[in-house]
């Protein structure tokens, strides 16, 4: 049963602090998400990929977050440096191309 | 542009009630319409999808309709359980299959009471 994995689960950080979170799409998949779910915004799309060339990063805070693939199996977001409000759920989602997506456990990110 | 409504939650239902959640879309073109499931402290599930107008997507006793005259992809379940306690998000994918990117609704909470 193939899965979209991430770590870490739970990451709780200071503020200022760089923030990192990893996510290994199903082996396959060419296109791969990243999410960010929070109470009051609901599910956010920050940026997505396919063959691992960023297609959108609109919806990213350019001058703290980046998004990269290093390879087809990992994907990677960073935070520099975190702040409070960025405290939320982010998700890393996957699929082939035209196909549905499938989504990872999530990462919960604190920042005090 | 192309975006999703669903009927504000929480919805509260007893076991074995029906449930309606509703879903309409504004899309240009034909889009592909979804039903995600999150259960507490997981990820979204892929629940039910239909990719053309009077499609019918079920799983796991669920059930949606694509209904382009109406613009709506309800969800329903006849029986509903304590288990399906979920946060339930409505999603088209409006871009003609050339890419994946979903627009997602802003989720229903459902609590189903034993």
């Known amino acids: 049963d193939a899965r979209v994995t991430q770590t870490p689960r739970h990451k709780v950080t200071e503020m200022g602090q760089e923030v990192t979170m990893r996510c290994q799409p199903i082996l396959g998949h060419n296109t791969v998400f990243w999410y960010r779910q929070t109470m009051m915004q609901g599910l956010e799309l920050l940026a997505y990929f396919r063959n691992r060339a960023p297609l959108d990063d609109s919806g990213m805070p350019k001058d703290r977050f980046s998004a990269e693939m290093p390879d087809a199996t990992l994907a990677t977001l960073k935070i520099q440096p975190s702040e409070p409000r960025d405290s939320a759920v982010y998700f890393c989602?996957?699929?082939?191309?035209?196909?549905?997506?499938?989504f990872g456990p999530g990462t919960r990110l604190t920042v005090t | 542009g192309n975006s999703v409504t669903q009927m504000e939650g929480p919805v509260t239902l007893s076991e074995e009630a029906f449930l309606t959640i509703n879903c309409t879309y504004t899309?240009?073109?034909?889009?592909?319409l979804f039903w995600y499931v999150q259960y507490p402290g997981e990820g979204l599930q892929l629940l039910l999808k239909?990719?053309?107008?009077?499609d019918k997507g079920s799983n796991k006793g669920f059930e949606a309709t694509y209904r382009k005259e109406t613009t709506s992809f309800h969800l329903e379940k006849g029986s509903v359980q304590v288990s399906d306690s979920a946060v339930y998000f409505c999603a088209l994918n409006g871009y003609g299959g050339a890419t994946n990117k979903l627009i997602f609704g802003t989720g229903t909470l459902l609590a189903v009471q034993p």
């Open positions: 239909a990719t053309k107008a009077d």
């Open positions: 899309a240009t073109g034909y889009p592909s």
């Open positions: 989602a996957s699929a082939r191309t035209g196909v549905e997506q499938y």
